[in-house]
Each structure stands twice: as C-alpha cells, then as structure tokens.
C-alpha cells in the first residue's frame, strides 16, 4: 500500500507515523517550510514564542504515554492544572503540558524519520496512490476538489479565526500567574505566560483575540496587535509599552463533529475538528485513519 499524507501537522504526523510503524510506504507533503501546523512555534528576538495551541492536554490514555516519553527526553513538562480567569476565580482543570523548546519541538519529533516534503504545495488531491490522507481544515480540503462523501464532511466543518499578538516586555512586571481565560472581552479570550509555561522566565505575554477582532482584521492582522496589547496591560496592569508580533490564523478553532475522520474509502479527513479542538484530539485522528486504512489492506 502507498500512501500520501498531505498536511504535516499533527494529525498528518501521527497518521505517517502509525503507518510507517507497520511497514507501509507514506510520504508527507507540506506546503509550509516547517512541520507542526497549530502546533507552531516561531522565533521573535532570537527566542522562540508559542503561537498556535496554548498547551498540550494529554488525557487519553495512548497520548498521556506518548507525552511521558517526551518528558522523558526533555521535550515535554506538565506546567498547570490552573488558570485565571478574569474577571471570577481560578478555574482548576485537567493538567496542561508545555515544551521548554516550545510547542513546534514536539511536532519535529513526531516527524523524525519520515519521508516530510517541505515547501510543497498540493492543489488537487494526489492520484499517484492508493490511499490520501487531507490532514487538514475542512475549508482548505475543499479547495483540493476532494470526493463527495469527504466534501460533505469538509462542508459540515465550522471554523473560528484567532489573532495571536506575541508581547514582548522589557521585564516581568506582572503578578505571577500562568495564563488566563478572558471571559467576556469584546478584544481577548486567552492571555499566557510564555515565560512560564516555557520555564525561562523571559517577559513574554501570548494573547489570543476574539473571532470578532479577527474576521475584523484578517486583511491586516497587524492592525490588531495595538488593541490586544492595550486589552493585555489594562487586564494585568502593566503600564509598558510592549513589542508587538501578531499572527493570524483563519481557521483555529472547530466546532466539534462525531467521529474521529471522514472517507470515502480511497480519499479521509483527519484533524482536530473530529472531536473536542485539542492537540491530542488530531493525533488520535490521524492516528485512527491509518489503523482503519491498515485494517482495510489487511481485508
């Protein structure tokens, strides 16, 4: 069996992974010019900053392995069970797991060793194999014209835009927390402590807008990052001005839908949307589109 992976993120990378585990040819192809999708990490001022997911909640009991072994190799940490929320009490959770080397490392691991092609850019789905996999947003699958039944599913998907602003301070000026959900805020919905959650104390703040904010600025995401940055110091009182970096996501936050992927036999759907939006929810995707396609050739 031969099989095309096209998505290298995390829900890509576990797919590629469990079928090359059992000895089936999978080559990735990524239009990007790194590897993680949402699981990204990019370099401000010669550090890395946690742009996408916030955190990493590994409860299932195949992801949580996966997560000790990162630990393990120094890859991974737990890093809170709590987080404020503003205005009310903290609100105490299931345990959130950081990565000193930031969120993108753990995606490079889980890519180490397969066949990733980078800066390769697909605009039909692939028919030099037996099996593709779109491990992707719905919308961004339909532009590759995919088969009706993995169409429909894509349709049925519903997406949220983030703006993500990287705030760089001169110092640490704010009172100690790990990061914060905003309720109610016409600007931000999470705040977090990127020097925390990335165990290096740098004076980092990661604040996540609203989809009102975004769908506003998708043209000019930069337009956004002085009101997350004023929304950001009025929260937690911080008088400086921060650098500001932004980023924009079009499609970063899914309603969930049943079922962990969708198909039509030859073409699936995998990523986070198929199931609570988590990190562990993609690679649980991925990962059941190559059991069922390892099942099927087993047939």
Known sequence: MNVVVVGAGVAGLSCARELQRAGVQVRVLERGRVVGGRLASK?????????????????????????ESWRARGLARPWTDTLAVLPGEPAKGPMRWAAPGGLRSLAADLAEGLDVRLDSEVTAVPDDADAVVLAMPGPQALRLNPPAAVADAARRQAWQPVITAVLAYPERVWAGFHGAFVNDHPVLTTVCDDGDRRGDRAPVLVAHSTPEVARAHLGDPAAAGPAMAAATGELLGIAAAPDVQVHRWTYAQPEPLDGPYATDGRVWLAGDAFGKPRVQTAWLSGRAVARALLQSSER
Not at 43 to 49: E, M, T
């Open 43 to 67: 370099r401000y001022g010669g550090r890395y900053a946690d742009i996408g997911a916030a955190y990493v909640v590994p409860d299932d009991p195949d992801f949580a392995a996966l997560a």
